[in-house]
C-alpha cells in the first residue's frame, strides 16, 4: 500500500514551453500533497504544499505563478511549470500524506526529471 | 528554524561491516525523525521513523536508528552491510506542530564487496 506515482518520469522541453508534472496516489486518498525539487547531489527542497479544494502554499522563494499547483481531487496534484528555462532543469519529487493526520509519514513518488533545453 | 546536519558526504564500509550514518538536528519541542533512502533517479523510500517511546527504532532493510535526545542525534546503523545497501541516505524531522519536513544534506553510503 501507500504508493505515490508522478508522470512522466523524465521529460525534455524547450525553452519558454510549459510542462506539466502529475502526481497520483494510487491506493489512498491524500489530503496533502508537497512538490519537492531536487538539484544534483543536493538535497530536497520543499517548494509547495497543496490540500485538496484549495490554494498550494509556497515556500518563500518560490515563484507561484511560475509552478502552478493545482490538486484538483484526493488522489491528484499537478505541478506545472510555466514558461520553463534551462535553470529550472531539476529533478521534482511530490509526496503524498494520508486522511489519518500529521502522524502519517509522506510517501514518495519516483520523481520526474525535467531538462529544458 | 529547524535544521538536519548529516556531517559526512559519503560513507565508505566493507561488505559485511557494520555501517552508521550520522544525523544530528535542532528542532525546537519534540521531533518526529525519519530516515530514507533514494537510489538513482528514484524517489525517496521510507526506512524509519521515530515518533515517541523506545530510543532504538528499527526499519526496513535491517536498518535500525537511535534517538539520543541528549545529543539531539539520530544516527542511521545497520550490523552487517550489503553491496546493495550502497545509496543516498536523507535523515528528515518535523516539528510536531507542524506537516513540513526538513531534510538533511544526504549521505551517500558505498558499500565494498
Known amino acids: 500500500g501507500a504508493v505515490v506515482s508522478q508522470h512522466p518520469s523524465w521529460v525534455i522541453c524547450k525553452s519558454g514551453t510549459s510542462v506539466k508534472i502529475e502526481c497520483r496516489s494510487l491506493d489512498f486518498q491524500a489530503t496533502t500533497m508537497f512538490w519537492y525539487r531536487q538539484f544534483p547531489k543536493q538535497s530536497l527542497m520543499l517548494m509547495a504544499t497543496?490540500?485538496?479544494?484549495?490554494?498550494?502554499?509556497?515556500e518563500q522563494g518560490v515563484e507561484k505563478d511560475k509552478f502552478l499547483i493545482n490538486h484538483a481531487s484526493l488522489t491528484l496534484s499537478t505541478l506545472t511549470v510555466t514558461s520553463a528555462h534551462p535553470e529550472d532543469s531539476s529533478f521534482y519529487i511530490c509526496s503524498a500524506r494520508g486522511l489519518r493526520g500529521w502522524n502519517n509519514e509522506q510517501f514518495f513518488g519516483p520523481g520526474t526529471r525535467l531538462t529544458v533545453l | 528554524a529547524q535544521s538536519v546536519a548529516q556531517p559526512e558526504d559519503q560513507v565508505n564500509v566493507a561488505e559485511g561491516n557494520p555501517l552508521t550514518v550520522k544525523c544530528t538536528y535542532s528542532?525546537?519541542?519534540?521531533?518526529?525523525l525519519f530516515w530514507y533512502v533514494q537510489y538513482p533517479n528514484r524517489g525517496l523510500q521510507f526506512l524509519l521513523k521515530y515518533i515517541t517511546g523506545d530510543n532504538l527504532v528499527k526499519g526496513s532493510y535491517g536498518f535500525e536508528a537511535e534517538f539520543n535526545k541528549s545529543q539531539t542525534s539520530f544516527h542511521l546503523k545497520k550490523p552487517s552491510a550489503l553491496v546493495s545497501d550502497s545509496a543516498l541516505y536523507f535523515c528528515?524531522?518535523?516539528?510536531?506542530?507542524?506537516?513540513?519536513?526538513?531534510f538533511g544534506t544526504g549521505t551517500r553510503l558505498q558499500v565494498f564487496p
Open positions: 528528515a524531522v518535523r516539528g510536531r506542530d507542524t506537516d513540513k519536513l526538513i
Open positions: 528542532v525546537s519541542g519534540n521531533p518526529y
Open positions: 497543496s490540500n485538496e479544494g484549495s490554494k498550494a502554499t509556497y
